[in-house]
């Protein structure tokens, strides 16, 4: 189930730091957790929805900036299971905090593609250059 997840200004995303950026993934029902051990993901920052991938601002993939981390368990209270997207300073480093841009987490199994998560995403400006 795509479940949107708007980054806002309060989030306190800085342009040109570090960050962890993490994803609970759940079944269709929005409140059991999905397994996801061993899925290809992929997780883009675009400046419009509709540019092609290519055109990305940031992108990421298992291990090259997404990590599966903790234990599946189909409890929620227990499931320690979730998706760690990393960016470097380097990749918001040239980004602007005036643009709002866009995101998505997708699922990039062989056969089976599918939106997780997905929403707006808005940078703050940070001081050091």
Do not use: C
Not at 31 to 55: C, E, F, H
Not at 82 to 96: I, K
Not at 111 to 117: C, G, P, Y
């Amino acid at each position: 189930m795509a479940i949107q997840r708007n980054v806002t200004r309060t989030d306190n995303v800085f342009t040109g730091e570090d960050k962890l950026l993490i994803f609970k993934i759940y079944q269709s029902d929005g409140v059991t957790p999905q397994n996801i051990t061993g899925m290809g993901l992929s997780w883009m920052l675009k400046r419009n929805k509709y540019d092609s991938d290519l055109a990305a601002k940031v992108a990421k993939t298992i291990g090259n900036g997404i990590s599966i981390t903790g234990t599946f368990n189909a409890d929620p209270l227990i499931n320690t299971q979730q998706v760690e997207v990393t960016l470097s300073d380097d990749d918001t480093a040239l980004l602007s905090s005036t643009i709002v841009y866009y995101h998505e987490l997708k699922r990039t199994d062989g056969n089976v593609e599918a939106v997780l998560t997905y929403g707006t995403f808005a940078l703050r400006q940070g001081v050091h250059r």
